[in-house]
């Protein structure tokens, strides 16, 4: 069975590369899901998403990202995410508690975009770590 080839970078790091059955993200369009032989496509990823490898023999990879692009072409699936953190790297105590703050800030304050934006960001990484959000 045919196997896409996945890479996911940031401008930091390459956060993971391999083969994989399935990639599923979020962008601006929707949730995607690309299998081997998807035609080509290239979608902006929603700040906050939540991306899922999904492997043969192994459990699935999971990583919170945070904007960026996703393309794909010939079985290659490329994720070039402003920000992405694994969800094995998650501290979800910090991430926790930067959700509590940002949620308070945006109770004193609701057009305050920065904190709409870290409330975001902190509910994505739990979900990567698989905390209920």
Same mark, same amino acid.
């Given at each position: 069975?045919?196997?896409?080839?996945?890479?996911?970078?940031?401008?930091?790091?390459?956060?993971?590369?391999?083969?994989?059955?399935?990639?599923?993200?979020?962008?601006?369009?929707?949730?995607?899901?690309?299998?081997?032989?998807?035609?080509? /496509?290239?979608?902006?990823? %929603?700040?906050?998403?939540?991306?899922?490898?999904?492997?043969? *023999? =192994?459990? #699935?990879?999971? $990583? +919170?990202?945070?904007?960026?692009?996703?393309? /794909?072409?010939?079985?290659? %699936?490329?994720?070039?995410?402003?920000?992405?953190?694994?969800? *094995? =790297?998650? #501290?979800?105590? $910090? +991430?926790?508690?930067?959700?509590?703050?940002?949620?308070?800030?945006?109770?004193?304050?609701?057009?305050?975009?920065?904190?709409?934006?870290?409330?975001?960001?902190?509910?994505?990484?739990?979900?990567?770590?698989?905390?209920?959000?």
């Amino acid at each position: 069975m045919a196997k896409l080839r996945v890479g996911v970078v940031s401008p930091e790091r390459e956060i993971w590369s391999g083969e994989a059955d399935m990639v599923i993200a979020k962008t601006v369009d929707g949730e995607i899901g690309i299998m081997p032989g998807h035609a080509p /496509v290239l979608g902006v990823l %929603v700040e906050g998403g939540v991306l899922r490898v999904k492997r043969d *023999s =192994e459990s #699935d990879l999971v $990583a +919170a990202v945070h904007g960026g692009f996703l393309s /794909v072409a010939d079985n290659d %699936v490329s994720v070039l995410a402003e920000a992405a953190e694994l969800g *094995s =790297e998650v #501290d979800v105590a $910090a +991430a926790k508690d930067a959700l509590q703050r940002a949620q308070a800030s945006i109770e004193a304050d609701q057009e305050d975009a920065d904190a709409r934006l870290e409330a975001k960001r902190a509910a994505a990484r739990l979900r990567a770590a698989g905390e209920e959000v």
